[in-house]
């Protein structure tokens, strides 16, 4: 069965596509917010444990050096 090729129907057709392709495009960009702040955070908490372990590191050879003089 063929839809209707009215005016009204091409119309609701019309707004419809326009309303899918904004949407999809408003949650792709949604979602690419996203995976950039889990990317920045995930970076910021490696460079965070690098820096524990050289203060940690740093830490006790301080200490260590005071002990032994």
Do not use: W
């Not at 949407?23 to 460079?47: F, I, P």
Request: proline letters at 3%; glycine letters at 2%.
């Amino acid at each position: 069965v063929e839809p209707e090729n009215d005016p009204e129907t091409l119309t609701n057709l019309y707004e419809y596509t326009v309303a899918t392709q904004l949407y999809h495009s408003l949650m792709e960009n949604a979602t690419s917010e996203q995976s950039s702040r889990m990317s920045a955070m995930e970076n910021a908490s490696k460079n965070a444990g690098e820096m524990i372990q050289k203060l940690t590191l740093q830490y006790n050879r301080a200490r260590q050096a005071r002990i032994t003089t």
